[in-house]
Structure formats: structure tokens, C-alpha cells
């Protein structure tokens, strides 16, 4: 029993000290102790008292090594947090100094801006007074009384001044406006208005346009309608031009389906009552109404239906048109004519409708208001037709009215099989050599760009006097007409107009083909036989720049390359493969033409720049150094005098005319060059590039 007590004790001991209370729970527990064994266990008491006196008075405690890691691993994670805390406290603080500093900022910019708007309105505030004064004045000047001298004064300066032969007209009216305007418009290159040609014209028989009016037999057309315009004076703008076009269309109408080729007098007057139509639209667009344009668009794609066989009288296919090319010369003129016209007033209206939105555009293709077998007609996809009825004016108004349909969504009827064909046809105008057609040299109604040889012709079928036998001052058939005879010098100069024309429509067509990429339809372009034909072009205008380097029409040749070479960029930059985009030996081709614009600029246009410069300087500014017509229209492009260059200094004259490329001195302008250059550098790679470098620029000793 003594051992059991003594090994208790001794457990208590050797985990914990303990006091008294727990020395008489074990005195309770083993009462059997002996004497001996209290004395034991008091002296062990006394050793467990005076431990915690020990401690109390300095004495460091034994800690065992598990509590000083959990110690050392508490400050620890106190010190990282402690540290975390101090970061956010100082990255709040930055973001609040920025956040001020920011908000300052603000402040001052929006001071200063409310001080500029302050400054803006006292300026309008002054002049508002400063007009203000100056309307009163006038009003006072006019109210003023005048003496009775000076009112003798002035009549006798009034009787002694000359009558002016005629007096200023001040219209205030649109509808006198408009009046004016029918009454004095001229079709391009006329010298009569189109109210003084229709003014000889009468029918034989009498014609009934509706329940409201009338064509006398034997009576003038112009007499007619412009008693109908009078009839009108008390309606709005747009709702004359409406009354007034819808009759015009309708008499046109009714005249030609009396017309079958042979009756003559109901032809003689539709091409000038048609242009008188492009006048009331073309007054102020604003007037008219999407419903006008529309049913403007209808009639006259009927109307055109009527005149487009005359494109394919060269096309032996056209057996139903065999034997029309009998007909007499003035005939032929009239029709030939008449669809110059059509097609102008159509690409015109076309024009009106983009002011009421793309969706009106596209909704004129997509209902039908304009026939798109019209597009087919003029441009088919057979290449021998294609030349036969190529008519530079009839491209000219289709290449427009495409470029006014064009937008994301897509263009012309949307179909992307027709579409593809049509682009193949419009790519196909460049390649093939495209002569001038006969008897249709007409300027039209929307450009001065070509020939208008054959209006001269034209105009005589009314002539300004009728042979005196006829006892009539107006006709009601189209008086005989024959060609004019044309000298050398003429010849050549039909054929430089005719070239002028041709280039400025590839130009469009090129600019047309370039907007359709960039508005996300390159899918219809960038086929391998597309992409063929547009190198060939390329490398055929190159040469024929070659030919003829001084020819004043040479920077359109050049614009034309500058055009298709940021094309084939935008296709490869589009698909980065350009293996998969061309034939094999297509490749060959785009390197030589690349490599004609990449490389051109060499030491001779440095050369060419310094000669220029000198030139200049020495005070020749009107003499021709390389291109005359390429440096005046630098000049003109840079909105220099050309007809006094004494008003810019030589430097800037030289330096304006070195910038603008000639085919020669100075090839190719800076960006096309560029572009070529990073063309090369996809079609080849890093060793090809660097050898074709080192072969292209070494200098020949």
C-alpha cells in the first residue's frame, strides 16, 4: 500500500506542481498511509510550493520544445500578417493620392472647359448685339423718308442711266424656281435647252395621256405640257415634282407603244421629255419622295427594256435583230440617244434613293423596282458578246448604280452566283481592247467624260429652221441627218477622248472592286482565275507604260496598279496563304510585276528629284522638265496655282511634282511601293528575299 501511495505522488510530481486541495483529495483517497510516508509526502508538498514562488520571483520556467515551436510559428504568421496589413494600408493610400490627383485633373480640365464655353457664348453674345444692331439700322435706313430733292435727284439719275436690256430676276418661290429651271436646261453639250427642241416638235395625231390631258394633232408638245406645269402652281414642291415627272413618264409611255420602229414622229420628242424629267429630279433632291424614286425606277427600267436591243445590233447571235441596221441615220441616233438618257436618269434616281437610307437601296434590288436582267444585258458573261455590246457610257451608269448598292450585307441582288459572274465581267473590261462604237459618242446627262461628236449629228434631226417648203415653223418626224466628216487631227482626237473615258471608268471599276473587299465580301474576288486576271492587268498596264512613258494620260495607268496592288494585299493579308489563293505559275507573274514596282525606285529618281529641284530654282516654273501633264496635275492635287506658280516657291514645287509618280523618273508613289514590298515578302521566303534584294539594287560598275 506504501509503494502504491509513493508512485501516485510521484506521477503528480513529475507532470505538474499541485497544492494543497489536491494534497487532500490524496490524503482522502489513501488513508491507509503510515508516518513515515506523511513525512515523505509533506516534504514533497513543501518542494512543489516553493516552485511557483520561485518562478514568481525571476526564475525562468522550463518550457518544453513542441510549445517554443508552436511560439515561434505564432509570431511568425503575427509578423507576415502584420506585414500584409502595412501593403494594404500603403496601397490603399497610393490609390487614394492617384484617385485625388485623378479627380483634381478632372476639375481643372473641366474649369478650363467651362471657361472656353464661357468665352464661346460672350463672343456669339457680342456679335448676336453687333447683328442685332446692324438689322436695326437698315430697318431704320429703310424706314427712313427721303426729301423731296433727293427724290428729284434721284428720278432724273434714273431717266439719264440706260434701261437695262434685261433685268435681275429675284425668285422666292420654288415653284417660279422650279419653272426657271425647266425653262433654261440644257442637255450636256447642247446649245439649245431642251424647252426650245421641244418647242419644233408636234404629233401628226392626237394622243390621250388619262382623263386630264391631252396631245392635239398637229399641235406642239411643249404647248401641252407646259400648260399641264401651270396647273400645278398650287401644290407643294415635292408635290409638283411628283405630278409633274408621273405625267412626263406616262406620256413617254404612251408614245412608245405606238412606236414599233416605224412611226417616227412618237419618238422624235422622248429623249428631251425624258431629260426634262432629270431636270425636275435633279432641282432639289430633297424633293423628292421614296415613292417618286421608286416608281421612277419602274418606269424607266420598262422604258429602257425598249431601247437596250441597240447594244447588240453587232451580235450575229441576234438573229431577231437582222435587218435593223438598215434604218435610217437619224433613227439610229434617236435610239441610240434615247438610251443614253434612260440609263442616266436610272443611275440618277439611284442616287436619290441612298438619301432615304441603305435599306431603301437594298430593298430596290431586293423587290425588283430596278430589273436586274438590265446588269446581264449590258455586261454578259459570254466574252465575245461581251465585246460586241461593250458601250462605255451603258458600263459607265452600271458601275455607279453597283457602287450605290454596295454595303456590308452585300451588293446588286445579292446573289453571290450572279454577283461572281458580274465581277468576272467587270475584271474582263481591262483585258479586252475596247474600240470606240459608232454613233454613240454622247457626253449624256450625269458627265462631260468622253466624245459628243455625234450630238452634232443629233441636234439636226430639229433643226434651228425648217426648209422653207414645208410652210411650218415645227415637224413632227426627225429631219434627215448624215455623219460629219472627220479630219486626221479630229480622228486623233476622239481616240484621246475615247481613252481618257475608257481609263477613268477602269478606275472606277477598280476603286468598286477594291470597296467590295473591304467591306467583307472578298469571297466573290479572291478565286484563282480572278486573282490570275488581276496580275495579268497589272503587268498590262505596266507595259503599256513602257510604251509610251510620256503619254499624258499615263497617271491614270498608274493609279489604276496603286489600286489593284492594295487588292491583292488586302486578299493574302486576309487568307496569309498565298498558295492556296493562285495557280502555280501565277505566282511566277506576281513576282515580275511586284518586283517592277518594289525595285523602280532606284538612284535615277534621286537624280530626277535634283534636276527638278535645279530647274526650279532658277526660276522656270511653267517650263516642262519631265511630264507636262503629270506635273500640272501634281499641281492641281495639291491645290497649287497651276495658272500663276509664281505664288509658290520653287522648293515646294519641286518637291510636289517629285511626290506625284510619272511612270519614269519617279515610277510608282511611296505607299504602293511599300505594299509591293510586303506582297514579296510573303510570296518569298528569307533567303529568295534576300538574294532578289542583293540582285536588284547591286550597282552595275
Not at 516534504?43 to 520561485?54: G, I
Not at 514568481?56 to 513542441?66: D, F, L, M, R, Y
Not at 392635239?216 to 400645278?232: G, H, R, V
Not at 530647274?615 to 501633264?629: D, P, Q, T, W, Y
Request: glycine letters at 4%; one cysteine or more; proline letters at 3%.
Amino acid at each position: 500500500m506504501t509503494y502504491t501511495g509513493l508512485s501516485r505522488v510521484n506521477l503528480f510530481t513529475l507532470n505538474q506542481p499541485f497544492n494543497s486541495a489536491d494534497l487532500k483529495d490524496i490524503e482522502m483517497s489513501d488513508s491507509d498511509f503510515d508516518d513515515d510516508d506523511d513525512e515523505a509526502v509533506l516534504q514533497l508538498m513543501r518542494a512543489t510550493q516553493s516552485a511557483p514562488k520561485a518562478a514568481s520571483n525571476g526564475a525562468i520556467p522550463v518550457v518544453n520544445g513542441a510549445l517554443l515551436q508552436d511560439l515561434f510559428r505564432a509570431q511568425g504568421e503575427i509578423a507576415i500578417l502584420r506585414a500584409q496589413l502595412e501593403s494594404m494600408q500603403r496601397l490603399k493610400a497610393e490609390e487614394a493620392a492617384r484617385l485625388n490627383a485623378q479627380l483634381d485633373g478632372s476639375r481643372d480640365s473641366a474649369k478650363d472647359q467651362i471657361d472656353a464655353l464661357k468665352l464661346s457664348v460672350d463672343k456669339l453674345e457680342d456679335e448676336k448685339r453687333f447683328l442685332r444692331n446692324e438689322v436695326m439700322s437698315l430697318s431704320a435706313t429703310k424706314r427712313r423718308k427721303v426729301s423731296g430733292a433727293e427724290v428729284s435727284a434721284v428720278k432724273r439719275s434714273v431717266v439719264s442711266e440706260p434701261i437695262p436690256t434685261e433685268a435681275p430676276i429675284q425668285i422666292k418661290d420654288d415653284w417660279l424656281q422650279l419653272c426657271h429651271h425647266l425653262w433654261h436646261y440644257t442637255i450636256n453639250g447642247s446649245d439649245r435647252t431642251s424647252m426650245e427642241l421641244l418647242s419644233r416638235v408636234c404629233l401628226r395625231t392626237g394622243l390621250e395621256v388619262g382623263p386630264n390631258f391631252r396631245i392635239e394633232a398637229e399641235s406642239l408638245l411643249l404647248d401641252q405640257i407646259w400648260a399641264y406645269f401651270m396647273t400645278l402652281n398650287h401644290l407643294r414642291l415635292d408635290g409638283v415634282v411628283s405630278a409633274f415627272c408621273e405625267l412626263v413618264l406616262a406620256l413617254v409611255c404612251k408614245l412608245l407603244e405606238g412606236f414599233h420602229g416605224s412611226r417616227l414622229d412618237l419618238l422624235l420628242g422622248v429623249p428631251f421629255l425624258l431629260s426634262l424629267v432629270y431636270a425636275a429630279l435633279s432641282f432639289k433632291p430633297l424633293a423628292v419622295s421614296e415613292t417618286l424614286a421608286s416608281h421612277i425606277l419602274v418606269e424607266m427600267g420598262q422604258i429602257t427594256q425598249r431601247f437596250v436591243f441597240v447594244l447588240q445590233l453587232n451580235d450575229e447571235e441576234e438573229e431577231t435583230l437582222m435587218g435593223h441596221e438598215n434604218v435610217t441615220y437619224q433613227q439610229r441616233l434617236l435610239e441610240n440617244f434615247t438610251l443614253v438618257v434612260c440609263l442616266d436618269v436610272i443611275e440618277y434616281t439611284m442616287v436619290l434613293s441612298t438619301q432615304f437610307g441603305m435599306g431603301s437601296v437594298r430593298g430596290v434590288w431586293q423587290k425588283r423596282v430596278f430589273d436586274p436582267d438590265l446588269l446581264q444585258k449590258v455586261l454578259p458573261d459570254n466574252t465575245e458578246r461581251f465585246v460586241n455590246t461593250f458601250q462605255i457610257n451603258a458600263v459607265f451608269n452600271v458601275v455607279e448604280i453597283i457602287f450605290l448598292s454596295l454595303s456590308e450585307d452585300g451588293f446588286a441582288t445579292g446573289d453571290e452566283d450572279a454577283n461572281r459572274g458580274l465581277v468576272k465581267s467587270l475584271i474582263k473590261a481591262f483585258l479586252i481592247d475596247i474600240d470606240i462604237k459608232e454613233d454613240f459618242l454622247f457626253y449624256g446627262l450625269n458627265r462631260m467624260v468622253g466624245n459628243n461628236t455625234n450630238f452634232e449629228s443629233f441636234v439636226d434631226i430639229i433643226p434651228h429652221r425648217l426648209p422653207a417648203f414645208l410652210n411650218s415653223s415645227f415637224t413632227s418626224i426627225p429631219c434627215p441627218a448624215k455623219p460629219k466628216p472627220r479630219s486626221e487631227k479630229e480622228a486623233f482626237d476622239i481616240l484621246l477622248k475615247h481613252d481618257h473615258h475608257l481609263l477613268s471608268l477602269k478606275i472606277r471599276i477598280a476603286t468598286l472592286l477594291e470597296s467590295v473587299i473591304v467591306s467583307g465580301m472578298s469571297g466573290i474576288i479572291n478565286l484563282r482565275e480572278n486573282i490570275k486576271l488581276i496580275v495579268r492587268v497589272m503587268g498590262f498596264e505596266q507595259n503599256l507604260i513602257m510604251q509610251q512613258p510620256r503619254y499624258q494620260y499615263v497617271y491614270m495607268r498608274i493609279q489604276i496598279i496603286a489600286i489593284l496592288v492594295r487588292m491583292l494585299y488586302y486578299i493574302i493579308d486576309e487568307n496569309k496563304n498565298i498558295n492556296t489563293l493562285i495557280y502555280p505559275e501565277t505566282l511566277y507573274e506576281i513576282l515580275v510585276v511586284l518586283m517592277r514596282i518594289a525595285f523602280g525606285s532606284d538612284s535615277l529618281s534621286l537624280e530626277a528629284h535634283k534636276l527638278l529641284a535645279a530647274v526650279r530654282a532658277r526660276g522656270a516654273l511653267n517650263i516642262e522638265v519631265f511630264n507636262r501633264h503629270c506635273e500640272l496635275r501634281s499641281r492641281e492635287i495639291a491645290h497649287l496655282n497651276i495658272y500663276n506658280p509664281q505664288t509658290s516657291s520653287s522648293g515646294e514645287l519641286a518637291d510636289v511634282e517629285g511626290d506625284f509618280a510619272n511612270g519614269l523618273e519617279f515610277p510608282y508613289d511611296s505607299e504602293t511601293i511599300e505594299i509591293a514590298r510586303e506582297i514579296l515578302g510573303v510570296c518569298l521566303n528569307h533567303d529568295e528575299a534576300d538574294n532578289l534584294y542583293f540582285n536588284m539594287t547591286s550597282q552595275m560598275p
